[in-house]
């Protein structure tokens, strides 16, 4: 079974800092990614998704990952992140075919210090 | 707004009891998606279904229960409920489950309170 790895269970940044956020997954198959984001007491909205092609996919608020299949890793990143962002982070992945749930990592939360 | 939606907002009941939660998807999707969000599980996946017929199972328990109905929205069943229930549970929804390019939306969730 896949199983999705968020190893940053808490990030606190100052406003301006870049972001890095961690997602690394098991299976050896084609995969479909996703990062989904919970703002507090809110609920998961879709952040970007990877399906296939260009490995660097942009999303939406200035947020992008990497898909690196040799290392099992989407990774999250934004160049400047501002308060707004401060939110839980949830990287997803779903099997190309045949099976169509999510499986969720963790989460990451992250806090931006004004 | 994601289009999918939730009744109720919260609920709070007793151990023992039964629960039903609603979810209507967004206009077009086919497939309904269940998942429970809580501390000590994390996100986890309940039940899917497509076109009101049951297409995949997750991690739910034999007292939990679901269906979609003809108009698309789908119900889900909590019966004798424990402490270990209380949780926040989504409903998603997507078009062609079965595509390689579909995507999932969340509704808001019921944040369910077992007392």
């Known amino acids: 079974a896949q199983s999705v790895s968020q190893h940053n269970h808490h990030v606190i940044l100052s406003e301006a800092a870049s972001l890095e956020l961690g997602c690394n997954y098991s299976?050896?198959?084609?995969?479909?990614l996703f990062w989904y984001v919970q703002y507090p007491g809110q609920h998961l909205q879709l952040l970007l998704k990877?399906?296939?092609?260009?490995?660097l996919v942009k999303g939406i608020k200035g947020f992008e990952a990497e898909f690196i299949k040799s290392k099992f890793s989407f990774n999250l990143r934004k160049p400047s992140v501002q308060w707004s962002d401060t939110a839980e982070y949830f990287c997803?992945?779903?099997?190309?075919?045949?099976?169509?749930?999510?499986?969720f990592g963790t989460g990451t939360r992250l806090t931006i210090i004004p | 707004d994601s289009g999918v939606t939730q009744t109720p907002k919260h609920l709070i009941t007793a151990t023992g009891q039964r629960v039903t939660l609603r979810c209507s998807p967004r206009?077009?999707?086919?497939?309904v998606y269940w998942y429970q969000q809580s501390l000590d599980q994390g996100l986890q996946f309940l039940i899917q279904?497509?076109?009101?017929?049951?297409?995949a199972k997750g991690n739910i328990l034999e007292r939990f229960s679901a269906q979609q109905f003809p108009d698309l929205h789908s119900e889900l069943n909590l019966s004798s409920l424990e402490l270990g229930d209380s949780a926040l549970y989504f409903c998603?929804?997507?078009?062609?489950?079965?595509?390689?390019?579909?995507?999932?939306?969340f509704g808001p969730g019921t944040r369910l309170t077992v007392l």
């Open positions: 998603a929804s997507s078009v062609d489950p079965g595509g390689g390019t579909d995507t999932q939306y």
């Open positions: 299976y050896g198959g084609t995969v479909n």
């Open positions: 990877y399906f296939s092609g260009d490995p």
């Open positions: 997803a992945v779903r099997l190309d075919f045949g099976n169509e749930k999510l499986t």
């Open positions: 206009s077009g999707d086919l497939s």
């Open positions: 279904y497509y076109n009101g017929e049951e297409r």
